[in-house]
């Protein structure tokens, strides 16, 4: 499956994938692993994941949902929620609305979190 696929039909994500994945283009060597759930960007670990909300609730806040793994806690306003899954790693949830939220603080925290990754 590509990563196009698992977004047909919901413009929003698609369109924020699209966002996504011009900024993985300059993180170096990224594969994109895609599952009937989500994308995945990786290196020698993932660092993103891109994830569509309605698939598991009724009524969903976001179409789409962006999850960079960081080393540290980062106290934005923006993450919906931050999980702290192990010791070294905080799972950062965003939704988005809109592919012009993937700006420029988006793109530092995945330069940050892909190079965590290599």
Same mark, same amino acid.
């Given at each position: 499956?590509?990563?196009?696929?698992?977004?047909?039909?919901? #413009?929003? =994500?698609?369109? *924020? +994938?699209?966002? /996504? @994945? !011009?900024?993985? &283009?300059?993180?170096?060597?990224?594969?994109t692993r895609t599952s009937r759930s989500q994308v995945a960007l990786r290196h020698r670990r993932g660092f993103a994941h891109l994830w569509r909300p309605g698939q598991y609730l009724a009524? #969903?806040? =976001?179409?789409? *949902? +962006?999850?960079? /793994? @960081? !080393?540290?806690? &980062?106290?934005?306003?923006?993450?919906?929620?931050v999980a702290h899954p192990a010791p070294t790693s905080w799972m950062h949830h965003l939704e988005v609305a809109d592919a012009a939220e993937i700006d420029d603080e988006v793109a530092r925290w995945l330069r940050e979190a892909a190079d965590l990754a290599c």
């Amino acid at each position: 499956m590509r990563p196009e696929d698992l977004f047909a039909g919901h #413009p929003v =994500a698609s369109a *924020v +994938l699209r966002a /996504v @994945l !011009d900024l993985a &283009d300059g993180l170096g060597d990224v594969e994109t692993r895609t599952s009937r759930s989500q994308v995945a960007l990786r290196h020698r670990r993932g660092f993103a994941h891109l994830w569509r909300p309605g698939q598991y609730l009724a009524r #969903p806040a =976001a179409e789409i *949902v +962006l999850s960079v /793994v @960081l !080393d540290r806690h &980062d106290d934005s306003t923006r993450w919906k929620e931050v999980a702290h899954p192990a010791p070294t790693s905080w799972m950062h949830h965003l939704e988005v609305a809109d592919a012009a939220e993937i700006d420029d603080e988006v793109a530092r925290w995945l330069r940050e979190a892909a190079d965590l990754a290599c």
